[in-house]
């Protein structure tokens, strides 16, 4: 067969659908002819190849992309770095937030301690400058109240060098907008301001005024009702009297 | 039987060298770039052959591992990657439909042949493009009855002249005019439109 007649079966040749003898004839005569009728065999590949262009439009399902990219590992390497990515993110967020909360309940735990620390600080400070005053051989001990359970009883520590302790009980916290004031009064004088203070919900009260003091001249130490803002002077009857 | 022309949208997004580049570098992403681009054309071309959407799911896998693994002798700069893909699909699914019919006398081993890269080199058209899914419908519409049931035979079911003639009762010479006619009518329909556009 010649060129001619050849050419005619090249799209049946193409198609891996032409009969014996034909194909043997078109495998020899291709080997022998070359280009030219290589070239009519590629039309004939392009004409046919078209035809697939025919097929009614089918859909696969998703999960044929998944088998076939899984093949290659494409699908699980994809995954796995996002996956690894959620992962991270995920216990980034969960540590940040673990963090914040553990800062901040860290944070106010100290604070609170804190507080605690310096209440307890300022208390024992009251208390060894309380005791270091009451260990003083110069100071003066006075007695209030004995014998009777009310109004309040206890002790007054005059030191000349330290100041004057107030230890009381049977005390109750003063009302409302009114604050206890301790007054230095000195033999024939005017009654001295020396400090505001309030007693615990107990009835109890320990009340320091440093400073030194003239106790030759003092006469007596004296406690009064006063608003909560003090005053210059006593405006109420004094509840607490210890002479000197 | 009904030939319906499908018009596939065959969006051919970026350039087949590039991903025919990847796919010979093996680069994973490049057979999901490429299933993309040409899974649903294979997909339908291998269901209509095979009627059965399993086997066409497994016949459209063994199309895209066997380009993986062939990609190597594909020529980057002037091979047509979507033809090679669709020659290859329409090869797997003959074969499987040759071997569910016992039509074995015709070996895969010839159908190999049609499939081999370096033949789907210069091609001088897109011929999945748009403008030739509408020429084919054309071209197709123009034939008679039975010229587009043999070329149907002969290209879904991978029959030839003469299985043709024994499916149909007709007189082998018969058969063969009507292939005659009907491929010379493709020939001058899609050949020389295609080469002119």
Known sequence: MNCDELREQYELYVL????????????????????????????????M??????????????????????????????????????????????????????????????????????GKSAELLRLNEAFALMNDPTARQLVFGEGAPKPSRGRVFVSPGQGVLLVASNLPPA???????????????????????????????????????????TGMIAVTLEPEAGSPQPTTTPIIVAAL | MTFLPLLFAVYVEGDDRDLASRLKRHEPEAL??????????????????????????????ETFLRVWNRSQGFDVERGALGPWLLAVARNRAIDYL?????????????L??????????????EVLSQDQARRVRTALDRLNENQRH???????EGLSQTEMAERMGQPLGTVKTWVRTALKNLREDLGQKAATA
């Not at chain 1, 032409?18 to 070359?34: F, K, S, T, V």
């Not at chain 1, 089918?58 to 093949?71: E, F, N, Q, W, Y």
């Not at chain 1, 540590?95 to 914040?100: F, N, P, Q, R």
Request: proline share 5%; hydrophobic share 40%; aromatic share 8%.
């Open chain 1, 16 to 47: 891996g659908v032409l009969d014996e003898p034909e194909r043997a004839e078109i495998d020899e005569h291709l080997r022998r002819q070359g280009d030219p009728c290589i070239a009519g065999v590629r039309r004939a590949r392009e004409v």
């Open chain 1, 49 to 118: 190849g078209s035809l697939a262009l025919a097929a009614p439009e089918s859909h696969p399902s998703a999960r044929l992309r998944k088998r076939i990219t899984g093949l290659v590992g494409e699908e699980q390497r994809g995954w796995n770095w996002a996956a690894i990515w959620i992962a991270a993110t995920a216990c980034l967020a969960l540590v940040a937030v673990w963090l914040g909360m553990e800062r901040r309940d860290q944070a106010r735990t100290l604070t609170q301690v804190q507080l605690e620390m310096q």
């Open chain 1, 175 to 217: 009302p409302p907008g009114k604050i206890y004031e301790m007054w230095v009064i000195p033999k024939g004088g005017k009654p001295v301001p020396a400090g505001l203070f309030q007693s615990a919900p107990d009835g109890t009260a320990m009340y320091l005024r440093k400073g030194a003091v003239d106790v030759a001249t």
């Open chain 2, 32 to 61: 999901a770039e490429l299933y993309d681009r040409y899974g649903r054309l294979a997909y339908s071309l291998i269901y209509r052959v095979v009627h059965d959407v399993g086997v066409a799911e497994d016949l459209v896998q």
């Open chain 2, 98 to 110: 040759r071997s569910a019919c016992g039509r074995m006398s015709r070996s895969s081993l010839e």
């Open chain 2, 112 to 125: 190999a042949e049609t499939e081999h890269p370096a033949a789907f080199a210069n091609f001088e058209t």
């Open chain 2, 150 to 156: 043999v070329i149907e035979l002969a290209y879904f």
